[in-house]
């Protein structure tokens, strides 16, 4: 039986749905003893809500202003409550990168069988790498990344048994940067059914570009914008659906918010991405991408960087593109050329394997 761990609401966000997933895979597979979440799914007897007292020490000290220290901190705290609640052995512990070394050594200590780890981004040095870049060239650091994170997680590298990896970028990056290659299992993250192409696709003379997720540096988003204010195409709209985690980003997104052409807001994105007309994942490092995912399954096609796990299910020039990290000049290129050529055989082969494929 195993036990999955991981600070994140069930089915919420990326890191929520991978969650949801690896839930109902073990579940379904008769292997789930129980699962720890800051937010189990509602009426489910094996979720355990596990809350961590934070509030103060994160809204009345400097560490407010530190996205990094307040994502180690919040995760670090959350570990240790789950590492406190295991008591009996189970045959596997699965935890998240970054957020499980103290559960794995109790785990170890109490005689778990086998310590899995799910990584849902590339090699934790090359995040840090590529969070750097992205913080010279916006001038914006807003990465939840920082030096104690980076070492816990090359621990959790080293002590678990088993890798769980969900694309060709990642299993890559940690090869590349050591990690065993024999530790390594390959999963497939299915994107939810309800996302799917629109009955009808009404021609209004606008030309939507859409993004959804966070709205940080380390996610390009001061790319896109300056893209965006670029490009001189007829009708368009720029729609950033999320938030933002800093002060720096926030006054950015209030001065290119007075321009009635780009809406921010939260919401569901399947209305917005059913109108679509291009989705952009300018991120500067992202494992997987379940949004641009989502786009492609509602028959838009993306724009990714070369740094986007998902980028292994984009036919270059049918279904989108995959461009330089980095780059405004092609990614204005590109929203160019699909204005000038809209792809319309958008369709993909969507992963639904399961993760013991």
Avoid at 42 to 65: E, H, I, M, N, W
Avoid at 200 to 207: A, L, P
């Amino acid at each position: 039986m195993r036990i999955i761990s991981c600070n994140s609401p069930y089915g919420s966000g990326g890191i929520g749905q991978h969650l949801a997933f690896l839930v109902e895979e073990s579940r379904a597979a008769g292997e789930l003893a129980a699962y720890y979440s800051n937010g189990p799914k509602v009426g489910d007897d094996s979720g355990v809500q596990v809350d961590v007292a934070t509030y103060g020490l994160l809204k009345y000290t400097p560490l407010r202003f530190s996205p990094s220290w307040k994502s180690y901190l919040i995760n670090d705290f959350f570990d240790r409550a789950v590492a406190k609640r295991l008591r009996e052995p189970h045959r596997q512990f699965m935890g998240f990168a970054g957020k499980s070394l103290r559960s794995f050594d109790r785990a170890e200590e109490i005689g778990f069988s086998a310590l899995e780890l799910v990584v849902p981004n590339s090699h934790v040095e090359n995040v840090y790498r590529l969070h750097e870049r992205a913080a010279r060239d916006t001038g914006i650091k807003d990465t939840w990344l920082n030096k104690a994170q980076l070492r816990k997680t090359l621990r959790e590298y080293e002590t678990a048994d088993v890798i769980y990896t969900h694309s060709v970028y990642t299993e890559q990056s940690l090869v590349e940067y050591g990690v065993p290659e024999e530790k390594l299992q390959r999963t497939y993250l299915p994107v939810n059914q309800r996302f799917e192409p629109p009955n009808q696709r009404v021609d209004d003379g606008k030309f939507r570009i859409v993004y959804v997720g966070r709205l940080d540096a380390t996610k390009g988003i001061p790319l896109l914008i300056e893209a965006f204010e670029q490009v001189t195409i007829p009708g368009k709209e720029l729609h950033l659906m999320g938030g933002w985690s800093t002060r720096a980003m926030r006054k950015l997104m209030e001065e290119y918010m007075r321009d009635e052409r780009i809406t921010v807001g939260p919401g569901d994105p399947l209305p917005l991405l059913q109108k679509a007309d291009v989705f952009v994942h300018p991120t500067y490092e992202d494992g997987f991408g379940y949004a641009p995912m989502e786009a492609l399954a509602c028959g838009v096609p993306v724009v990714v960087t070369e740094d986007t796990g998902m980028k292994e299910y984009v036919k270059e020039g049918w279904n989108g593109f995959v461009v330089p990290t980095g780059s405004v000049g092609v990614l204005v290129e590109k929203l160019y050329e699909l204005h000038k050529r809209p792809l319309a055989a958008t369709e993909t082969l969507l992963p639904r394997s399961s993760m013991r494929s």
